[in-house]
């Protein structure tokens, strides 16, 4: 059945205060309930926010990909709220940067809630520095009090993220008032979650024990992802007051059957500032690959992470080198190819996280644009193919799919070798080591050589060559289409060995 104006209007009315108030299945059932393409192009983003409000990324990203990226943007430009809308709908999606390159392109002055999406995607980048700046700009800009509130919560958590932690205290203190006075249930709830925090990391147990409680309180019996969150943190304050794991463990086992590895991540975390094990701290560490969060993890602990990193046994009978494209069993050492190689080292790049579509696409096609019909394919074609290969050189990996994407996981008879920590600028990557490999015995050659050798663009072939030149793979000589290049005997490999120790 079609609707006119008013009844999409009070369609998403219904469902932005059973958000506020945090019936948040009640909408999911409605938004399913609605057939997608039959939604008129004017009421796209509105529907598209409530999705990623909800959790229906792929939803969301279905109703706006024609107007961003289809043949209705040649027609009709997109307007400024559907690309915002549809960048952090990516954001959630794992391609963040094609969504900051959408956002970067906004006017701001015009447009200032393009500061807000970006700010919110700079957060998932754990860049809190950064979204305290554009979530400052937005709240100077004047929003109404909804949008104040949005922003005020997500800054609150920006400041406790930079370590202004007395700014974060005032400024959630006033958003919870501003919430409630809203009837904004979920981001009350939000904003005591938060100042909980800010407790704990001030030492007023008393304090933070009763905001999370407050917190519990709002979200309910709920299984989602905000109660979760609550849960996590009164587990860390007890096991901090108690200096026992057990409510640390207690909660892990939940994020893991909820399938929520962030808050999986944190619990390990805390445990080990609780009990210290080095194998605990570098899984951790060389497990999550955002630089901000390896920071962060840094300064929460007084012990480093190793310089070395093998997942698994070191006597394992076979080990995948992750570090020079290798497979090293008994003895005899197999080259592994550059695209297998590129996956392996994508999908061993998280150890929580499962590698999802939009990350996936997003690390292989770094120069495509993401396209919710077309990418997914494209994936499953490649990992495909990548599963025969694995088959073929009957290599202990099991590739499995979950709801959140993809996981790689190793046999007892596997270990791998990871990137030596603060590397991974620097390693040679499949395509510098394919021009290592091709050129070796040329005298010189330049970016259309390479072009040709590799069939990949000017851009990567350039953004290439300046990688080798910077860590003396490559020597450059002359300028302008007089560029040429020489191989450096031995230059990068003994650098690299240099830094892997």
Same mark, same amino acid.
């Given at each position: 059945m079609s609707?006119n104006?008013?009844?999409?209007?009070?369609?998403?009315?219904?469902?932005?205060?059973?958000i506020?108030?945090?019936n948040?299945?009640s909408? @999911?059932a409605?938004?399913?309930?609605? !057939?997608l393409?039959a939604?008129p192009?004017h009421v796209?983003?509105?529907i598209?926010?409530?999705?990623?409000?909800?959790?229906?990324?792929n939803?969301?990203?279905k109703?706006?990909?024609?107007?961003i990226?289809?043949?209705?943007?040649f027609?009709?430009q997109p307007?400024?709220?559907e690309t915002c809308?549809?960048?952090?709908l990516?954001?959630?999606?794992?391609?963040?940067?094609?969504?900051?390159a959408?956002?970067n392109?906004?006017? $701001?002055?015009a =447009?200032?809630e393009a500061?807000?999406?970006a700010?919110?995607?700079?957060?998932?980048?754990?860049n809190?520095a950064?979204?305290v700046t554009?979530?400052?700009v937005?709240?100077?800009?004047g929003?109404?009090? &909804?949008?104040?509130?949005?922003?005020?919560i997500?800054?609150?958590a920006?400041?406790l993220g930079v $370590?202004r932690?007395e700014?974060?205290?005032?400024l959630? !203190?006033?958003?919870?008032?501003?919430a409630r006075?809203?009837g904004?249930?979920?981001?009350?709830?939000?904003?005591?979650?938060?100042r909980?925090?800010?407790?704990?990391?001030?030492?007023?147990?008393?304090?933070?024990?009763?905001d999370?409680?407050?917190a519990?309180?709002?979200?309910?019996?709920?299984?989602?992802?905000d109660?979760?969150?609550?849960?996590?943190?009164?587990?860390?304050?007890?096991?901090? @007051?108690?200096?026992d794991?057990?409510?640390?463990?207690?909660?892990?086992?939940?994020?893991?059957?909820?399938?929520h590895?962030?808050?999986?991540?944190?619990?390990?975390?805390?445990?080990l500032?609780?009990i210290?094990?080095?194998?605990k701290?570098? =899984?951790?560490?060389?497990g999550s690959p955002?630089?901000?969060?390896?920071?962060?993890l840094?300064a929460?602990?007084?012990?480093?992470?190793?310089?070395?990193?093998?997942?698994?046994?070191a006597n394992?009978p076979?080990?995948?080198?992750?570090?020079?494209?290798?497979i090293?069993?008994q003895?005899k050492v197999?080259?592994?190819?550059?695209?297998?190689?590129r996956?392996l080292?994508?999908?061993?790049?998280?150890?929580?996280?499962p590698?999802?579509?939009?990350?996936?696409?997003?690390?292989?096609?770094?120069?495509e644009?993401f396209?919710?019909?077309?990418?997914?394919?494209?994936i499953?074609?490649?990992?495909?193919?990548?599963?025969?290969w694995?088959?073929?050189? =009957?290599?202990p990996?099991?590739l499995?799919?979950?709801p959140?994407g993809y996981?790689l996981?190793?046999?007892e008879?596997?270990?791998?070798?990871?990137?030596?920590?603060g590397?991974?600028d =620097?390693?040679l990557?499949?395509?510098?080591?394919?021009?290592?490999k &091709?050129f070796s015995s040329w005298?010189?050659?330049?970016?259309?050589d390479?072009?040709a050798? !590799? $069939?990949?663009?000017?851009?990567?072939?350039?953004?290439i060559l300046?990688k080798?030149?910077d860590?003396?793979?490559?020597?450059?000589q002359?300028?302008?289409?007089? !560029?040429v290049?020489?191989i450096?005997?031995g230059g990068?490999?003994s650098?690299?060995?240099?830094?892997?120790?």
């Open positions: 609707r104006e008013t009844e999409w209007q009070n369609f998403a009315e219904d469902c932005d205060a059973l506020k108030a945090g948040l299945n909408v @999911v409605k938004i399913k309930d609605l !057939t393409a939604i192009r796209r983003a509105p598209a926010k409530l999705c990623r409000r909800v959790g229906l990324i939803e969301g990203l109703l706006l990909y024609p107007a990226r289809g043949e209705a943007a027609e009709i307007t400024a709220e809308e549809y960048a952090v990516l954001s959630r999606n794992g391609s963040t940067e094609e969504a900051l959408l956002l392109g906004i006017d $701001g002055a =447009h200032p500061y807000l999406y700010a919110i995607c700079e957060m998932a980048l754990w809190y950064t979204a554009k979530l400052e937005y709240l100077s800009s929003p109404n009090q &909804y949008g104040r509130l949005i922003a005020g997500n800054l609150g920006s400041y $370590g932690l700014e974060a205290y005032r959630l !203190t006033t958003m919870i008032e501003l006075a809203q904004a249930k979920r981001l009350t709830g939000n904003g005591l979650e938060l909980g925090q800010y407790f704990y990391r001030t030492g007023d147990v008393a304090r933070a024990k009763q999370l409680e407050d519990a309180i709002v979200f309910g019996n709920s299984s989602g992802y109660q979760l969150l609550t849960l996590k943190w009164g587990a860390i304050l007890d096991s901090t @007051v108690s200096l794991p057990s409510p640390l463990i207690q909660v892990r086992q939940i994020a893991v059957e909820r399938r590895w962030e808050t999986v991540r944190e619990a390990d975390l805390f445990a500032k609780i210290f094990d080095q194998k701290l570098d =899984h951790l560490y060389y955002m630089v901000g969060y390896r920071s962060w840094r929460q602990l007084p012990f480093e992470p190793s310089a070395n990193f093998i997942l698994g046994a394992a076979l080990k995948i080198d992750l570090r020079w494209g290798e090293i069993e003895g197999r080259t592994i190819g550059r695209k297998n190689l996956l080292r994508i999908l061993f790049r998280d150890l929580y996280l590698r999802n579509n939009g990350v996936l696409f997003a690390s292989l096609y770094p120069e644009y396209n919710t019909h077309s990418s997914p394919l494209k499953r074609q490649t990992l495909h193919r990548f599963r025969k694995i088959t073929a050189n =009957h290599l990996l099991r499995q799919f979950e959140a996981r996981t190793i046999e008879t596997c270990a791998v070798i990871f990137e030596p920590d590397a991974n =620097h390693m990557t499949p395509e510098l080591t394919e021009v290592e &091709y005298n010189a050659f330049g970016a259309a390479v072009e050798a !590799t $069939g990949l663009s000017r851009s990567s072939v350039q953004r300046n080798a030149v860590i003396n793979l490559v020597k450059k002359g300028k302008g289409q007089a !560029t290049y020489k450096v005997t990068a490999r650098y690299l060995r240099r830094i892997a120790g």
